[in-house]
């Protein structure tokens, strides 16, 4: 054996040369530097006796897992059993229950949290939801529905605090058992509001999810509850749309679903559930809609009720104007045929009726007209009517006509029981002395009143009249009604005069004009001078005459037809003269008279286009409240308040609605003072003489429209303003032969009443006479303020200017009439040649004591009818107004 090969000796201890190292004296080992390290050449093995000695073997697994040992290696020993040098060596941290952030995570795994985590967050979340839920559903009960469902009367109240009547609420309601409702009524109620009413829990997840999404953000609130829970919200909670009543609507319609009987929940459901005209229930309903009992309904007929849920205000056939101006009869026709329609086909498409069976039901059956309360006959029914539609419209908490439909409230009103009394036994006094169809046959017919009276002060509406009985005639006269006001308008004429001043072209004038380029305004006196001539051509303010769309003049008419020199816009006013107030108002611009009537309290929704020169004298028609109410602001200094009729309203001892006084500066004190002093000559010299007061200031204003469809006269004291309109009118609804509703046009009262016409001075201002009289029995008598200094003298409607000499005669003499001891002449202006009385005139030229003066004859066709395109029709022609 070669040398090479020979084994080494060995130690005495035995064991090689490891054993000889290991008994060696041990040196600390250096590591040589990390350079060295670096430089030092790999050598190959070599098994010569000669080589250095070569390094260990590597251990199984190669150099990398070495490195990787080692890594980790040190990676343990810096770490420390703690969070030292790094996270993933040494000791572990104590446990956590919640290992979050992660130990032994390096960058974004530290912040992900494990799938351990996740699961156990949601096991107790859903278990903390299930915990509340069953906490919930223990607590609440089972509502008792012959009790819950027992809802009270709405009772209104007197301004004196009396009782009035009590109304609404559970006053029309029997409850009647399941085997009394028709199927066809399940079937179609189950259709149109919950088609898995049959096998659901009671309760929508979905839609009790979006509708706490939209309210928690804010949004619009929605239904899509199931008849479960209609059921539960109509018998024991209260209509909000808020969160909480949603989680009680909830749990309690859970509990319901699970302890009830699917027939007994659909019958309490439809003996609870409220279908408008104060039917609360299906018998109450089908009795009031069909005039039959409720297992005798038919399913087209059931298909009819169904559709009424979805809201009885906009599905009744039969309207609901008092409520919403765009709940009409037709409007309200046509919804309710559309759903009538959309619950049978979904019938068929549900399984709940054969296609067969449809094919019958393609006539909708209309309804019968609403029954009337006999609680409510005569003005009654119009005083709950006008405080209930207040109230919906005026509220805060959005308490709609459903839920007043479904009682409990106490409504205080303004009205004064004594003065509503007056007010209509007044008009009954007229009426009964005067309306006769025996005596005068046809003329007499349709002959209507309408009336209110409001305190100047606040704007309370203290007394209507609304029509001869509430249950026999269903329009309000008081309120929006379509007449026309007449010459009633000229006071908001004179008021742009003087508040806003007629506009001067040339530049001349003390005020600029509001927004018209290049002219200037001056303040218009009372005593300022027109043209009261008859078919006066009325001209722009900056002189040119004035056309319509056509290219055709205007030429407006006088009462009577009478032709007047030069006279003060006081005399025109005091005998009612159309020529000088139509021209005032193209000076002033039509515009800035449209503003005044806005601001003295009309509605812009009655005032017929600004665009022509008639709009001055009375082509809108406002009703008797706003007339009453915009008149007051006159007598309250030019503070206008909004005419109101509900003071308070409480539900279940919790007061939910006051009323607040918000007065409005309308126009200044100077302007209303002038503006009644020229209206107190009305009736003290003028065509209202009629209306005088003993003992009393008395302002008002007679009206008589084109063609003497209606006569208004309009009056104040400082306590008190009232407005009473006459005209004539058949309201029933008529249709032809083919089934079209034929609109009935307003007719004319020549010869009604015995009188050939019929004029604001006439039954108007008696009615007027007769009510104050009463109503203000006992009450001080008090002034109107002294008007104070206001505008210049101007001319217009192409009145000469005086002389300087005369001018300055003139300025005294306005001076003088302007203040309350000024005394105008009673004598009318000299009129100047007229044609030949027609027939259409009642009395002598400006014979106010006979029956008030004439109506304003329209221009003729050829020379002064305005193009229908040139203004609103209102339904009385365009033609001119009077007295």
């Known amino acids: 054996?070669?040398?090479?090969?020979?084994?080494?000796?060995?130690?005495?201890?035995?064991?090689?040369?490891?054993?000889?190292?290991?008994?060696?004296?041990?040196?600390?080992?250096?590591?040589?530097?990390?350079?060295?390290?670096?430089?030092?050449?790999?050598?190959?093995?070599?098994?010569?006796?000669?080589?250095?000695?070569?390094?260990?073997?590597?251990?199984?697994?190669?150099?990398?897992?070495?490195?990787?040992?080692?890594?980790?290696?040190?990676?343990?020993?810096?770490?420390?059993?703690?969070?030292?040098?790094?996270?993933?060596?040494?000791?572990?941290?104590?446990?956590?229950?919640?290992?979050?952030?992660?130990?032994?995570?390096?960058?974004?795994?530290?912040?992900?949290?494990?799938?351990?985590?996740?699961?156990?967050?949601?096991?107790?979340?859903?278990?903390?939801?299930?915990?509340?839920?069953?906490?919930?559903?223990?607590?609440?009960?089972?509502?008792?529905?012959?009790?819950?469902?027992?809802?009270?009367?709405?009772?209104?109240?007197?301004?004196?605090?009396?009782?009035?009547?009590?109304?609404?609420?559970?006053?029309?309601?029997?409850?009647?058992?399941?085997?009394?409702?028709?199927?066809?009524?399940?079937?179609?109620?189950?259709?149109?509001?919950?088609?898995?009413?049959?096998?659901?829990?009671?309760?929508?997840?979905?839609?009790?999810?979006?509708?706490?999404?939209?309210?928690?953000?804010?949004?619009?609130?929605?239904?899509?509850?199931?008849i479960t829970q209609q059921y539960v919200k109509n018998a024991m909670l209260s209509q909000d749309q808020t969160i909480t009543r949603k989680f009680k609507e909830l749990f309690i319609s859970i509990k319901v679903g699970t302890k009830l009987d699917k027939n007994e929940i659909l019958a309490n459901y439809l003996n609870t559930s409220y279908f408008g005209r104060g039917a609360s229930g299906i018998q109450a309903a089908a009795q009031q809609y069909y005039g039959i009992d409720a297992n005798k309904l038919n399913p087209s007929q059931c298909a009819v009720l169904a559709a009424l849920l979805k809201g009885a205000t906009y599905y009744d056939p039969a309207g609901n104007t008092d409520i919403d101006p765009a709940a009409t009869a037709a409007a309200n026709t046509a919804r309710s045929e559309a759903r009538w329609k959309y619950v049978l086909d979904r019938e068929v498409i549900d399984g709940n009726m054969t296609a067969t069976e449809r094919a019958k039901y393609t006539k909708y059956p209309m309804p019968l007209a609403p029954k009337k309360n006999v609680?409510?006959?005569?003005?009654?029914?119009?005083?709950?009517?006008?405080?209930?539609?207040?109230?919906?419209?005026?509220?805060?908490?959005?308490?709609?006509?459903?839920?007043?439909?479904?009682?409990?409230?106490?409504?205080?009103?303004?009205?004064?029981?004594?003065?509503?009394?007056?007010?209509?036994?007044?008009?009954?006094?007229?009426?009964?002395?005067?309306?006769?169809?025996?005596?005068?046959?046809?003329?007499?017919?349709?002959?209507q009143f309408g009336g209110a009276s409001v305190s100047p002060k606040d704007g309370s509406i203290v007394a209507i009249y609304g029509g001869s009985d509430w249950t026999k005639h269903f329009i309000s006269n008081a309120d929006q009604t379509g007449v026309q006001v007449g010459s009633t308008f000229k006071p908001f004429v004179l008021a742009a005069a003087m508040t806003y001043g007629k506009m001067d072209p040339s530049g001349g004038s003390s005020q600029p004009d509001y927004g018209q380029p290049g002219s200037t305004r001056t303040i218009v006196s009372q005593q300022?001078?027109?043209?009261?001539?008859?078919?006066?051509?009325?001209?722009?303010?900056?002189?040119?005459?004035?056309?319509?769309?056509?290219?055709?003049?205007?030429?407006?008419?006088?009462?009577?037809?009478?032709?007047?020199?030069?006279?003060?816009?006081?005399?025109?006013?005091?005998?009612?003269?159309?020529?000088?107030?139509?021209?005032?108002?193209?000076?002033?611009?039509?515009?800035?008279?449209?503003?005044?009537a806005l601001k003295a309290g009309l509605l812009k929704t009655s005032l017929a286009s600004s665009s022509v020169p008639s709009f001055s004298i009375g082509t809108s028609d406002p009703s008797a409240i706003r007339m009453a109410a915009a008149y007051g602001t006159f007598a309250n200094g030019g503070q206008q308040n909004d005419p109101y009729s509900v003071t308070k309203v409480e539900h279940s001892g919790v007061t939910v609605y006051t009323h607040t006084a918000k007065p409005k500066p309308a126009f200044s004190s100077a302007v209303a003072s002038n503006v009644t002093d020229v209206l107190k000559n009305v009736v003290d010299k003028g065509t209202g003489t009629t209306a005088k007061l003993p003992g009393r200031q008395v302002a008002g204003k007679t009206g008589t429209t084109d063609g003497n469809r209606s006569a208004w006269f309009v009056g104040y004291t400082p306590q008190l303003s009232t407005a009473i309109g006459m005209w004539r009118k058949d309201d029933q609804v008529h249709k032809d032969k083919n089934g079209q509703v034929i609109t009935n046009a307003f007719q004319s009262m020549f010869g009604t009443g015995g009188q050939k016409q019929i004029h604001g001075a006439s039954f108007p201002a008696e009615i007027w006479h007769d009510y104050m009289s009463e109503a203000l029995k006992g009450k001080p008598a008090e002034s109107f303020p002294a008007p104070g200094k206001l505008g210049t003298v101007v001319y217009g409607g192409g009145a000469a200017s005086p002389t300087p000499s005369a001018s300055a005669t003139a300025s005294a003499t306005a001076s003088a009439s302007a203040s309350p001891s000024g005394t105008p002449s009673t004598t009318p202006p000299t009129a100047s040649a007229s044609p030949t009385p027609t027939q259409s005139q009642t009395c002598a030229p400006l014979d106010f004591t006979c029956s008030g003066g004439g109506t304003t004859t329209s221009p003729t066709p050829t020379t002064s009818a305005v193009s229908p395109t040139a203004t609103k029709t209102r339904g009385f022609g365009n033609g001119g107004t009077g007295g």
Not at 55 to 77: D, E, I, L, S, Y
Not at 82 to 89: F, L, P
Not at 210 to 216: E, P, Q, S, T, V
Not at 574 to 583: I, K, L, R
């Open 1 to 226: 054996m070669s040398e090479h090969r020979r084994k080494p000796p060995q130690s005495p201890g035995g064991g090689g040369r490891a054993a000889a190292r290991r008994g060696a004296p041990q040196q600390p080992q250096q590591p040589p530097p990390r350079d060295a390290r670096r430089a030092a050449p790999r050598v190959p093995h070599s098994h010569g006796s000669d080589a250095p000695e070569a390094a260990a073997p590597p251990t199984h697994g190669g150099r990398a897992a070495a490195r990787r040992a080692a890594q980790g290696g040190g990676r343990r020993a810096n770490s420390s059993g703690g969070r030292g040098g790094g996270r993933g060596g040494g000791q572990p941290p104590k446990k956590r229950i919640i290992d979050y952030p992660r130990w032994g995570k390096d960058g974004w795994r530290r912040w992900m949290p494990s799938w351990k985590l996740v699961t156990g967050l949601c096991i107790g979340f859903f278990g903390s939801l299930v915990t509340v839920a069953g906490v919930g559903y223990a607590m609440v009960a089972v509502p008792n529905p012959n009790e819950a469902s027992q809802a009270q009367n709405n009772v209104y109240y007197w301004a004196d605090g009396s009782r009035m009547v009590a109304t609404g609420g559970e006053v029309n309601r029997q409850i009647i058992t399941i085997d009394k409702i028709p199927v066809a009524m399940q079937n179609a109620v189950i259709s149109a509001e919950n088609k898995t009413f049959r096998t659901d829990s009671g309760v929508d997840p979905m839609g009790i999810a979006r509708a706490l999404f939209n309210m928690a953000k804010g949004g619009a609130t929605q239904g899509g509850s199931t």
């Open 528 to 596: 300022s001078v027109y043209n009261g001539k008859n078919k006066l051509k009325i001209k722009n303010y900056d002189g040119t005459v004035w056309t319509d769309k056509s290219g055709k003049e205007w030429l407006q008419t006088n009462d009577g037809n009478q032709s007047f020199g030069n006279v003060t816009l006081r005399e025109a006013m005091q005998f009612s003269m159309n020529a000088p107030y139509v021209q005032l108002g193209m000076d002033v611009g039509t515009d800035k008279v449209e503003e005044a």
């Open 375 to 447: 609680e409510l006959a005569g003005q009654t029914g119009y005083l709950v009517d006008l405080a209930k539609a207040y109230f919906v419209n005026n509220n805060t908490k959005g308490i709609t006509a459903d839920d007043l439909a479904k009682g409990g409230y106490q409504i205080y009103t303004t009205f004064d029981k004594t003065k509503v009394n007056e007010l209509e036994a007044s008009v009954k006094k007229v009426q009964k002395a005067n309306i006769n169809t025996k005596l005068h046959g046809d003329k007499d017919k349709y002959v």
